[in-house]
């Protein structure tokens, strides 16, 4: 597929829905990481385009997601999986009652971190950290983060449930909130547009199946008024069971880890690197590449080569 990324360009912008045509050529009936991946980098720019075209839409939307953030009580740090150009972060830090001193943000597409690292500069938000990364191999330490949320992050990953709420409660330390569509609590119309699209469904059950304390799961807003997608978006909140064992960071760090051993990254030469694990994560225009098939088999990295 990444052979033909110069073609996939062309016929995104004459208005071909990639994913389906990825799969129409694969021959395949799933949504891999790799055409998200290729679909989302395509996108990139057209979700600040849709905030600076439907303002109203757009404080509508963050209205409602701050609402049930601010239930929450206080916390000290906050991530959005998926931040995709960050407009719905910029927007829940600008209506949330208490600001966290720790921002944070991933996302499986490099260009769209590009734009959202734009974006937040324009609107002032500082000491934000953006990263590439993967939900299903997130590059955090374990109960390092008070608030984890998505918004229509995990909507393509459908069949991988389970996977995905084992690894961002892995990272939570008090609440993983998910703004997702649900199929669970759709009418007809918008559960026949999710499975033929491949999207999660069941994200209630599956949380309930794994032990998870759901405190709140209902539909938050109907099918999007701007969107061709036939979505809906309901939040699921689950409260963290404290692993009281675990050592959770400190505000003062950046709660990175490789996303293939889970051990600490530093900062070293301008690369990340997991003296653990001894793979090196590179650095490309200040955006850190944390996706597992970014790591560099670097076992020799801390040598002293001074004479």
């Not at 979700?47 to 609402?67: C, M, Q, R, T, V």
């Not at 499975?195 to 938050?220: C, D, M, P, R, W």
Request: hydrophobic share 35%; glycine share 4%; charged share 25%.
């Amino acid at each position: 597929m990444r052979k033909d990324l110069k073609k996939m360009r062309t016929l995104y912008d004459e208005g071909v829905n990639i994913i389906k045509h990825i799969k129409k050529e694969s021959q395949s009936d799933k949504n891999s990481s790799e055409m998200i991946t290729i679909s989302y980098d395509l996108q990139s720019g057209n979700y600040i385009k849709k905030a600076l075209e439907y303002p109203e839409w757009e404080d509508e939307y963050s209205n409602i997601f701050a609402k049930v953030l601010n239930q929450l009580g206080e916390y000290d740090s906050i991530l959005e999986v998926g931040v995709g150009e960050a407009t719905t972060l910029n927007n829940i830090l600008s209506r949330i009652s208490n600001v966290p001193s720790g921002i944070f943000g991933f996302d499986i597409s490099y260009s769209r971190i590009q734009y959202a690292m734009n974006y937040l500069k324009k609107k002032n938000v500082k000491n934000s950290t953006l990263f590439m990364g993967d939900l299903f191999n997130a590059a955090i330490l374990d109960n390092s983060i008070d608030v984890v949320y998505t918004s229509h992050s995990l909507e393509p990953n459908g069949g991988r449930e389970a996977e995905a709420l084992s690894e961002l409660y892995r990272i939570t330390k008090k609440y993983l909130v998910l703004f997702e569509p649900s199929h669970e609590l759709a009418d007809s119309e918008t559960k026949s547009f999710m499975e033929q699209h491949g999207f999660v469904k069941n994200l209630y059950s599956t949380a309930v199946k794994l032990g998870y304390k759901v405190i709140e799961h209902k539909l938050l807003i109907g099918q999007d008024p701007i969107s061709v997608n036939k979505n809906n978006t309901a939040v699921l909140v689950i409260e963290k069971i404290n692993d009281f064992n675990s050592v959770s960071p400190s505000l003062q760090e950046i709660p990175l880890a490789c996303p293939i051993t889970k051990a600490p990254l530093e900062l070293i030469r301008n690369n990340y690197y997991c003296k653990e694990s001894l793979l090196l994560y590179p650095i490309a225009d200040q955006i850190p590449c944390l996706l597992p098939e970014n790591a560099i088999i670097a076992t020799h990295y801390m040598d002293d080569f001074e004479e």
